[in-house]
T-cell receptor, first 111, second 116 residues
Framework: KQEVTQIPAALSVPEGENLVLNCSFT??????LQWFRQDPGKGLTSLLL?????REQTSGRLNASLDKSSGRSTLYIAASQPGDSATYLC??????????FGKGTKLSVIP | GAVVSQHPSWVICKSGTSVKIECRSL??????MFWYRQFPKQSLMLMAT?????????EQGVEKDKFLINHASLTLSTLTVTSAHPEDSSFYIC????????????FGPGTRLTVL
C-alpha cells in the first residue's frame, strides 16, 4: 500500500525567501506525482503534475522535481509571498487515476 | 475551464438523519468521479471511485451501505451519508476526471459536514 510522507509538517519563512517542500513515497511504481495547494476550509488547487517519465515541471515561481528511484519529490517556491501561505499537499497517482495524499505542509510566509 | 462544484458547502444535521452531497462538473463531462474525506490535520482519504453508469468502487473500510454514491450522469455524482453520526463529521471533497482532462483531477471546494 502506497504511503506518502511530507516533511516538514509546518514551515514559517520571511517574505522573499526561497523554500523547498519535501515529499516521499514508498512505492516507486507511480503513474504521476501531483502537488496541490489547499487554503483553510477550501478544496484543492492543482499546482503541478509530473508524469512518471518526467523529472520536473515548472510554473511561474514553482518548480517540482521527481526522483522515482529514490521515492522523492520536492516543490521549490522562489521568492515567497504572503499569498503563498497555505497547506501544500503532494499526491502519488496510480494507473487507475486514484491519488494517495500526504498530510501536507502548512506554509506561513511572514510579511 | 474544468470547474467542479459541490453543494452544499456546509451542512449541520442531527444524528440519525441522512445527508446528500452533490458534486457537479460544470464545463466538462466527468467519466470518473472520486470522493474523499478529510479529518482535521489529516490527509485526504479516498472513499470511493465512481464511473458514470456503473456501481462505485469503495475503498477498504468504507461502508458502501452507509455512504451511497450515485453517478447517474456525466456531470453529476451524489454522496449520501445515511444515518449520520457524530463520527461522520468531516470535510468531504469530490474530484472529477474527464476524457478531455487526461490525468488531471479537478477538485470541488468541499462540503463541511457536522453531525450533532
Amino acid at each position: 500500500k502506497q504511503e506518502v510522507t511530507q516533511i516538514p509538517a509546518a514551515l514559517s519563512v520571511p517574505e522573499g525567501e526561497n523554500l523547498v517542500l519535501n515529499c516521499s513515497f514508498t512505492d516507486s511504481a507511480i503513474y504521476n506525482l501531483q502537488w496541490f495547494r489547499q487554503d483553510p476550509g477550501k478544496g484543492l488547487t492543482s499546482l503541478l503534475l509530473i508524469q512518471s517519465s518526467q523529472r520536473e515541471q515548472t510554473s511561474g515561481r514553482l518548480n517540482a522535481s521527481l526522483d522515482k528511484s529514490s521515492g522523492r519529490s520536492t516543490l521549490y517556491i522562489a521568492a515567497s509571498q504572503p499569498g503563498d501561505s497555505a497547506t501544500y499537499l503532494c499526491a502519488s497517482g496510480a494507473g487507475s487515476y486514484q491519488l494517495t495524499f500526504g498530510k501536507g505542509t502548512k506554509l506561513s510566509v511572514i510579511p | 475551464g474544468a470547474v467542479v462544484s459541490q453543494h452544499p458547502s456546509w451542512v449541520i444535521c442531527k444524528s440519525g438523519t441522512s445527508v446528500k452531497i452533490e458534486c457537479r462538473s460544470l464545463d466538462f463531462q466527468a467519466t470518473t468521479m472520486f470522493w474523499y474525506r478529510q479529518f482535521p490535520k489529516q490527509s485526504l482519504m479516498l472513499m470511493a471511485t465512481s464511473n458514470e453508469g456503473s456501481k462505485a468502487t469503495y475503498e477498504q473500510g468504507v461502508e458502501k451501505d452507509k455512504f451511497l454514491i450515485n453517478h447517474a450522469s456525466l456531470t453529476l455524482s451524489t454522496l449520501t451519508v445515511t444515518s449520520a453520526h457524530p463520527e461522520d463529521s468531516s470535510f468531504y471533497i469530490c474530484s472529477a476526471r474527464g476524457v478531455s482532462t487526461t490525468d488531471t483531477q479537478y477538485f470541488g471546494p468541499g462540503t463541511r459536514l457536522t453531525v450533532l
